[in-house]
């Protein structure tokens, strides 16, 4: 990612980005302003990127960063980020406070810098419907320690969700690596960690693949019950999970 660069190093440093939740700006300064005040603090500042950036968004460069929306307010600030031509960029919950357009905006804005300047973007987010839309890579943290780390499409390749008789569900979670259960009346739905999805399924049970957040939600739910079931089965091959 920094590769030939000593952590910590100004070299290091000067390819690294941040924007944090809640897009600290100088709410007095206008756009203008941030743009000079961000290119004399960094050793290599694109002013035209930025300026054209902020065209394209209609930001005025005379308007003060108070005085805008919270989308605008999150595009400059990611613009300002995006201006030091990083090679990682770091992403606190940069749309939480935003409207479905602006983090859609956002995020459009992100995938483009991905792809067309190869930036790689660690993205901090509880906003499920995000991360199954651009996440490569995901690691669940809950309970001080990291739950499930993986590829994304390993992750659910490995993982499926099974519903069948209440009656038979403690026998089968004995047998499969359980990571959440839940019961609705007569009917058990198990979500459990398995080494393929072509694994047979007991008669009078069904299964289907889980999304993204379904897989999320139960780390989330019972890491403790997860890393339990998961170091007893041996399915957790490559992944780490503490409680």
């Known amino acids: 990612m920094l590769a030939g660069r000593r952590a910590g190093s100004l070299a290091a440093l000067d390819g690294i980005a941040f924007v944090a939740q809640n897009a600290p700006l100088y ?11 961000t290119r004399n603090l960094n050793r290599r500042f694109d002013q035209r990127y930025a300026n054209q950036r902020l065209d394209e968004l209609a930001i005025p460069l005379k308007r003060k960063a108070g005085t805008l929306s919270g989308g605008q307010q999150a595009q400059l600030a990611l613009t300002l980020a995006l201006a030091r031509r990083p090679q990682l960029l770091v992403l606190d919950e940069p749309m939480a406070a935003l409207d479905p357009i602006a983090r859609d905006d956002f995020m459009t804005t992100v995938m483009r810098a991905v792809a067309e300047n190869g930036v790689s973007v660690v993205l901090s987010s509880h906003v499920l419907a995000e991360l199954e839309r651009v996440a490569d890579f995901l690691v669940v943290v809950s309970h001080g320690g990291i739950q ?3 590829e994304v499409e390993e992750l659910l390749a490995t993982h499926r969700l099974l519903t ?4 038979g569900s403690e026998q089968y979670a004995r047998e499969w690596g359980v990571v959440h259960a839940t019961n609705a009346g007569s009917q058990a739905h198990l979500l459990v960690r398995t080494d393929s999805r072509s694994e047979p399924v007991p008669p009078g049970w069904e299964a289907r693949p889980v999304t993204l957040e379904e897989l999320t939600m139960a780390y989330l739910r019972e890491p403790g019950m997860a890393a339990v079931c998961l170091s007893a089965s041996g399915w957790d091959e490559g992944t780490e999970v503490t409680r």
């Open 27 to 37: 709410r007095n300064r206008s756009a203008g302003d941030l743009i000079h005040e």
């Open 148 to 150: 499930v780390a993986g």
């Open 164 to 167: 069948g008789p209440a009656s």
